[in-house]
């Protein structure tokens, strides 16, 4: 911990100790506010937007910024990820197929129309097409990586010289409009149509509020953390193969597939030397998986400096209250359709509004928050992850050098 010109510089150990806290202040927060719970709010972004506030409040008072090391947090999204890929059967990859093709070919039109609409609004205010593009698919499907990635060359080419800054802006608010929208979707379509999942499972993540908590041993968890272990130092040997001919993805991406390929390669009965069967779907890894996305989506939430969008907020609240309703139609109007308006189609549709708005985490946050309530859905959690870390990064690297192009 270091104070230097008016910056309180917190290290990874505290920054993790502060993520922990904030979880536990969202938890209680829940509890205490039964709307909340009712709208399946995740527990890390009640906690993350009211520390965000605080910390708002404290630099604007007294000019003290917070900055956080946030590398332990990165690798809570590769544990997260891996934990996913452990849990995928290729009875459910086989099942999912339909639904994947379905819900991709529904994104890709919605990415289109989402940079048609930042554009359009763009336009109404006097602004240029890129600003409209950084209010699309650059910051809000690409999120906060997309749009530090791309801002700089947007400010060569376009002389557009908060391109960085309107970029962040989009994807923060983004963030947080994806953050709450996912849970009350999904309780609007489970009580509307009158939906629950066709058997009661364990969960992917965490534990369902209905079912008993179940005993976790602690050889239980080392067996987890192994499995994990091996599934990540697979998944960055591939990586780093991957990177020799010229295909670059996010590490928690090869290390979800690592997940994947080895549950389903490997017999359920073949021997291993802790004595254990593979960890696939067992209360442990569902545990970890819990622990890391609630750590990492508070961390993320906590961290955000809100007080650097204040000067940017008219154009960027028109065009994101604009693209909110045009996620909330085509959630509504095409994705719950298009996926049979089954409770699958309805916890997908929670996750569907991290993908449009938010973030790939904020995706499986909102899917959490929804099977804790209702019950588990594996469909939705290989599906919408495999879209969204997978398949839409590389359709939007392409989209946005043509969209720039185009305008």
């Known amino acids: ?109 919605y990415m289109v129309v989402q940079n048609l609409t930042g554009v359009s609004i763009a336009s109404a205010f006097g602004l240029s097409a890129p600003v409209g593009l950084l209010g699309g698919s650059i910051s809000l499907i690409g999120g906060h990586g997309t749009a530090i990635a791309w801002a700089p060359r947007i400010v060569a080419e376009y002389n557009i010289n908060n391109a960085m800054e309107l970029g962040i ?81 996010p590490l928690f991406v090869s290390c979800l597939f690592a997940g994947i390929l080895v549950t389903n390669l490997i017999p359920k009965n073949f021997p291993r030397f802790s004595g254990t069967t593979w960890p ?48 909330l139609a085509i959630t509504l109007l095409v994705v719950f359709p298009a996926l049979g308006k089954t409770y699958d189609a309805a916890v997908v549709c929670a996750g569907f509004g991290g993908i449009s708005l938010g973030s790939t985490p904020t995706a499986m946050a909102n899917m959490s928050a929804v099977t804790k309530r209702y019950g588990a859905s594996h469909m939705a959690f290989i599906t919408v992850p495999l879209v969204c870390a997978f398949f839409i990064d590389l359709v939007n690297a392409l989209f946005i050098p043509f969209f720039l192009a185009k305008f």
């Open 169 to 249: 802006a989009c994807a923060t608010f983004g963030l947080i409009l994806a953050s709450v929208m996912g849970g009350p979707i999904a309780k609007l379509l489970i009580n509307r149509y009158k939906l629950q999942p066709s058997e009661q499972e364990p969960l992917d993540v965490g534990v369902s509020d209905a079912m008993p908590e179940r005993p976790i041993g602690h050889f239980d968890f080392l067996d987890a953390i192994l499995a994990i272990h091996v599934c990540v130092i697979i998944g960055a040997l591939a990586d780093k193969e991957l990177e020799l001919i010229g295909l670059q993805l």
């Open 280 to 327: 696939s779907r067992k209360p442990a890894i569902s545990l970890i998986a819990d622990i890391s996305l609630g750590t990492f989506l508070a961390m993320s939430l906590m961290s955000m400096q809100l007080w650097t969008l204040v000067d940017l907020a008219g154009p960027i609240f028109t065009i994101l209250g604009c693209q909110f309703l045009v996620a």
């Open 1 to 109: 911990m270091e104070f230097d010109n008016g910056i309180l510089h917190l290290g990874g150990f505290i920054s993790v100790t502060i993520g922990i806290i904030v979880l536990f202040v969202g938890k209680r927060l829940n509890g205490a506010f039964r709307l909340l719970k009712e709208y399946s709010i995740p527990e890390p972004v009640t906690g993350g937007l009211l520390f965000s506030v605080l910390v708002a409040i404290l630099y604007t008072t007294t000019g003290v910024k917070i900055e956080f090391e946030l590398s332990a947090r990165d690798f809570l999204l590769v544990y997260f990820f891996t934990t996913i890929g452990i849990n995928a059967s290729l009875k459910d990859l086989v099942k999912g197929g339909k639904p994947l093709i379905i819900l991709l070919a529904v994104t890709i039109g």
